[in-house]
């Protein structure tokens, strides 16, 4: 008797239009881009502001690449401190409120994200973007797709726990570890 594996994956197509929206959207620079997702309804899962743009700073400047950092809906001040907190001699590209289709459109164009365990990370697996997912209050294990590149950034915070007794992820972690994190995932773009 064998069982067979059940891949973990999903699939977003989007339009002609979104797809040509992201291309003039993009096209200032042909160097490389990638995005960054501040906002998730629960507060929990959301990182510091402070700490994505210091990340998004470090790499930037690191790897001469444009931050495209997402305006999420109700949030819209989140991308405001966002960019008052971003140090960079790179650009910061502030995307408006954008329909899912058009966000998607833009995660085909990007090199890759760095978001938290929320809508837009499954998004970014949909449409096979790279991801470095920030996981501060739930767990990598039940999301973690099988047919798209994914590096979680977690550390266990033993002191709150899961319904299944497991520890949650640590809210508070440090850049030098999501930056190591991160050239995890730089290393295995193509």
Not at 60 to 73: E, H, R
Not at 102 to 124: C, P, Q, S, W, Y
Request: hydrophobic fraction near 40%.
């Amino acid at each position: 008797m064998s069982i067979d594996t059940i891949r973990r994956g999903s699939t977003f197509y989007t339009s002609t239009k979104a797809r040509q929206f992201s291309s003039e959207f993009l096209a200032k620079d042909k160097k490389g881009y990638f995005a960054i997702n501040l906002g998730a309804r629960v507060p929990e899962k959301r990182w510091p502001v402070e700490k994505y743009a210091e990340l998004a700073s470090k790499i930037s400047d690191q790897y001469a690449m444009q931050t495209v950092v997402f305006t999420n809906p109700g949030m819209e001040e989140l991308t405001d401190k966002f960019i008052l907190n971003y140090v960079s001699d790179r650009e910061c590209i502030p995307a408006p409120l954008l329909s899912l289709d058009r966000v998607a459109a833009l995660l085909e164009k990007v090199n890759f994200l760095i978001t938290g365990d929320t809508a837009l990370m499954h998004l970014a697996f949909g449409v096979k973007c790279p991801t470095l997912v920030l996981f501060t209050h739930t767990r990598p294990e039940v999301v973690k797709p099988d047919d798209c590149q994914h590096v979680p950034c977690f550390i266990e915070d033993r002191s709150s726990l899961d319904e299944c007794g497991l520890p949650y992820g640590m809210a508070d972690i440090p850049i030098e570890y999501a930056l190591r994190r991160f050239e995890i995932l730089y290393a295995q773009l193509d």
